[in-house]
């Protein structure tokens, strides 16, 4: 069968894929080698996307919540009638602010415009935000501010043609892995080099030649000590700065004020000296550099004038729109870049316009709208605060879990309890967001059914093409929102017909009275035929009607300014908003982890990508660890204002002390006590809206549960209370980590009411506290528990195996319940290359087998040969060997 061509649907690298179907509602997926983003590439998520495709727990049937409470399955017309309706109801009650969408950056484009048209034009509101807010505000807020325009000015050729990168705030090696691999072979083949600046010693830095690890939020003294060092070395292009910007002496004398020497600098971000010399010296002599940063910068109530002191250095050297240099947003979702195209957050109209009289009047009279948004509307942070003091009272979310990755997650479910009208649109039957209380269900395409397109982070636009019948009733959420336009009295307006429909009217929107004004310009596409639309292929945008296809923005000027100039930004001196205290003494950095996206309703769903990191944690500097009493592999409750979560704990010293690290996928689904949402402040920066969190004073104190276990189960279960744990998918069903301080005897009891079967085998050690049990029926393990000391849960992976099978021999019966395979040997240990299942101790024994080298262990066992993202982790599995087992061939880390 001939492979579709598609797009990856989670982050904002956008690589191309190749799904293969197989007939059975799945599908083979292989990298796509003419996509430009990928040249065939993918990593670890992408390439366990074909496991995610069936439908457990999917939403099939629009559902609306009965009096009793119960959600309950009705017919689509019902749905969008009783939706409309509410809608039309509470807009003439309290006006169309009472009503906001809360969108994502996973909607494909035409949703995305067709939901914006609807409340900006039709509703009359701009209360329309997304989850995009969290993940790149602060780098648009700073684009407009310095570009005039939310431009990113580079490709992602640039990364291959630097001298130098720099990654500030970007752990890319695991949030960007195809693109950290395309520097990596820039750094092997052309010698560039590389310099991470984060407060984490993440996997990234690793492959860094130097690695400034600063204090949190001190990245703008960083850029501004940068600024002034080149203005005092001679460093500036001013030729460009006089014909092409504005603002720099005013900048220059705030960097000074800010960060005036290599001293200051040091001083204020924590750095040693000689790192921060090195630093400048190397931006400094290299005319080639792109800087790349990402959520580090973002997610910062400071992030704007982050993202501006770094273009600032940028506009001070030239460097920017030309080859291989640029500051460069690494944008975290699969299509936040098509969600600001269209106007997808409240402070934007659409196709790049603001709220000026004359873009609303543009917007108008394109769309022949009868009620236009005159104002911004609510950002994600205060659009739920507008909820909580009753001024919204409908509320449809689109695509996105807010319950759980906002901040203060807790205050954002207990609001959602005050809608009038709570509408989700979704693919899952239940989630966090779902379970708040949402009023209707309306089934969405997911991925492998959506027909439409996405832009990733160098604005390349790429079609995301169906594969797979749709399941039972679920649609286009262009199409439902397009229903509800139309029993609004809107049909003339929304009478799409099919996606290429709606990406034909944006693109015509964005040429409209355009005249070189707008960056984002696609007129060139107005005209597209649905045939041209199905075989488009990636495209960078501008696209204009006069044929222009300029590939990079900005090196002759030409700011999307009135004045057409750039504008530097005096930032403001770096204040965290929060401060740390006697009772909350550390900071919480929280982020992704390498196989995991989002909330893990997709990668969830993977056992592959469940058994790199399958329990939330919390990262720990030894030192505070050992302050509070707390153990590497112990349990740990984590504190802030506004919640507590208890997760496993990871001691290390790639922490700096005073910080933790926590990832952001666990929920209620998935963990008992991980939803670290709601650990997280809620100040935002000023200008973007964005959410601070990277630094949330926390206090840390160790939980103690004197048993450790397990559960494999072919169906979901509820767990008991007072257990810890964590879910994850496995192959032919759930398998979930246990710590409890409960007897055997409770165990005894729960095993029976749960065991689907009578054929059960178990072992328990009353004295030992362990209890070992299984249950079988046609030679199939049902259901399977092991509970006991430390080691219960070390044992899983060969249990696992067992598990898996279809059949177990009498044999595999007598060793299931010692936790050993049938040749008595233990199992390969945690996964660390996901693409080839290769565990810890499979690679441990590699390297005591003598295995020296990543490229030993690739040839030995495949390990990292495929995507790479385990790479990192392969080279510091190396580096913790003893040093006669380790090649001595890696580089030395560059030093001043
Ligand atoms: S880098 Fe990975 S997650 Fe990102 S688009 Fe590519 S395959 Fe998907």
Known sequence: MTPTRTTCPYCGVGCGVLATPDGKGGAAIAGDPDHPANFGRLCSKGSAL???????????????RCSKGQLERVAWPDALDHVANRLQHIVAKHGPDAVAFYLSGQLLTEDYYVANKLMKGFIGTANVDTNSRLCMASSVAGHRRAFGSDTVPGLYEDLDQADLLVLVGSNAAWCHPVLFQRMLKNKQERGARIVVIDPRRTSTSEDADLFLGLKPGSDTALFCGLLTHLADHGALDRDFIDRHTTGFDDALARARSIAGSVAATAFATGLPEQDVAAFFNLFRTTPRVVT??????????????????????HFATGRIGTEGTGPFSLTGQPNAMGGREVGGLANQ?????????QDVDRVRRFWKAPRMALHEGHKAVQMFEAIGRGEIKALWVMGTNPAVSLPDADAVRKVLGKLELFVVSENVLSNDTVNSGAHVLLPAHAWGEKSGTVTNSERRISRQRAFLDAPGESKPDWWVVGEIAKRLGYGDAFAFNSAADVFREHASLSGFENEGKRGFDIGGLAQMSDDTFDSFTPSTWPVRASGERPERFFAEGCFHTDDRKGRFIAPEVPRLKTQTSVSRPLRLNTGRIRDQWHTMTRTGLSPRLGQHLPEPFVEIHPDDAAEAGIDDGGFVEVSTEFG???LKAQVSDRQQRGMLFAPIHWNEQTASSGRVGSLVAAFTDPFSGQPEAKATPAAIAPKSYAQRGFVLSRRLLVMPDGVWWSRVAIVGGHGYLLAHNLAVDFWQEWFVANAPCDDVAAYDDQAGAAYRAAAFANERIELCLFSGGFEEAVEWDVVKALFEKESVTVDERRMLLSGRSGDGLAGGGPIVCACFGVGRNTIHDAIKGGACSVAALGASLKAGTNCGSCIPELKRMLAQAPQESVSQSEPEPLTA
């Open 644 to 646: 507590r979560c208890t």
């Open 50 to 64: 074909g496991e995610t495709l069936g439908l457990e727990g999917r939403l099939l049937h629009p559902m609306i």
């Open 349 to 357: 109209l659409a196709a790049h316009m603001i709220f000026s009289p």
């Open 292 to 313: 790349a940063y990402s959520q580090g910068v973002n997610q910062s109530a400071q992030g704007t004038d982050k993202v501006n002191a770094i273009i600032n250095c």
